[in-house]
């Protein structure tokens, strides 16, 4: 006997049934292909339809294994036959736990990637890509006896989706896994890699380099004859290329951008542009006390190959990634007070926050917590986001 409508959730009873997806498009046919780390013996919820429930569950706000679980439990039967399931026999809390924390997270993510860059780019162009590399730790993953989870994420600028997602364990850095993560990508000519400055590495331009993708690289400390180089180029008399000013947040911002095409002088290969970013702060109650931070980055676009509009418009993205996905889960999805740990769990949950946050902005939407209380209040709503109806 399948528990009642939560008072989240609107009751279907009335509503016409909806089809079983068996052959439907959306996310479920993008998960088809992703193995089973489970026995297949007493097999009883396939996994398309278990990831494909806590996605939805995660689209309307829910952060635990628990809270999936609830979710599952307390949508009409129409939902559940929709989602594959039947009424009367759903997952339960731990079925879901141990399948979830089994799973790869990195064939999940390519998965859910690629779905959702399809999606992307069905109304747009995909000229003048971009593709940030962040990373990211997963505070609530820390254990008395084991370090916290880091994760290193590939991200498509325009849209905000995750397009591919890499471990970044104990032993190693996130220097030792560019390579592979891009790996994931199947197709980067063209696409224009922003990066910070850990990953302005030589060899991560010849990896670049022999994919045909194009990079912005930050350059600071760790670089530190490149970053004297850069910072003893004649900049006062070169004129900004642009400016802008920015208020919000009880401060007021002025950025401006120069640009120098290099010729000679600069020890790092393939290296076009060099740019300086300015960027002078006040807050608004201190009228006459600004602070300056001056960056440098550098790049292999030519002047004919990008507009100094976008080489700042591409820059000024990829500081943002960290308010469009960062942001979102650690306050939206509290990640860093979660308490999922074992096995994999805590990169799939990472993987199924950032296919809720995707799925979300592709309709436009900004506020992600908004989005997600409108999600919770129907259950159809996460289906017909995610292509089930």
């Not at 990831?51 to 609830?70: L, N, P, Q, W």
């Not at 208020?247 to 300086?276: C, M, N, V, W």
């Not at 939407?365 to 209380?373: F, G, M, S």
Request: include cysteine; hydrophobic fraction near 40%.
């Amino acid at each position: 006997m399948p528990a009642l409508p939560s008072s989240l959730i609107t009751s279907l009873s009335c509503a016409p049934a909806l089809t079983v997806p068996e052959t439907a498009g959306g996310l479920p046919a993008a998960l088809a292909g992703l193995p089973d780390p489970r026995a297949r013996r007493g097999v009883r919820h396939r996994l398309v339809v278990v990831v494909t429930a806590a996605v939805c569950a995660v689209v309307a706000g829910y952060r635990s294994y628990a809270a999936i679980a609830e979710w599952v439990a307390d949508v009409p039967a129409a939902t559940a036959l929709a989602l594959g399931m039947t009424p009367d026999r759903r997952p339960s809390e731990a079925m879901i736990r141990r399948l979830l924390q089994a799973m790869d997270p990195q064939l999940l993510t390519a998965a859910i990637g690629v779905w959702l860059a399809e999606r992307g780019t069905a109304n747009t162009s995909t000229a003048d890509r971009a593709i940030a590399v962040d990373g990211k730790t997963l505070r609530g993953s820390r254990t008395p006896g084991t370090a916290a989870r880091h994760v290193m994420t590939a991200c498509d600028q325009s849209t905000g989706v995750v397009l591919a997602s890499i471990d970044v364990d104990g032993k190693t850095n996130e220097i030792t896994r560019f390579a592979p993560l891009l790996d994931q990508i199947s197709d980067v000519r063209g696409t224009v890699i922003t990066a910070d400055a850990l990953h302005c590495q030589r060899d991560h331009v010849a990896y670049l380099t022999e994919r045909g993708a194009h990079w912005i690289l930050t350059v600071k400390g760790n670089q530190p004859s490149l970053h004297r180089q850069l910072a003893g180029l004649p900049w006062r008399a070169v004129p900004d290329a642009t400016r802008d000013t920015d208020r919000g947040h009880g401060r007021r911002e002025i950025r401006s951008l120069k640009i120098l095409t290099i010729s000679t002088g600069i020890d790092f290969p393939h290296a076009a542009q060099a740019i300086q970013i300015r960027r002078r702060r006040r807050r608004l109650d201190q009228p006459k006390r600004f602070t300056t931070e001056t960056v440098y980055a550098i790049t292999d676009l030519h002047v004919h190959q990008a507009k100094p509009a976008q080489l700042a418009a591409w820059i000024r993205s990829h500081w943002s990634i960290e308010n469009k996905i960062h942001w979102v889960r650690d306050v939206t999805y509290d990640e860093d007070r979660s308490q999922i740990r074992t096995g994999t769990g805590p990169e799939v949950m990472a993987a199924l926050r950032n296919a809720a946050i995707g799925a979300i902005r592709l309709t436009g939407a900004t506020n992600i917590a908004a989005a997600n209380r409108h999600h919770a209040r129907d259950s159809t709503r996460p289906l017909a986001l995610l292509g089930i109806t």
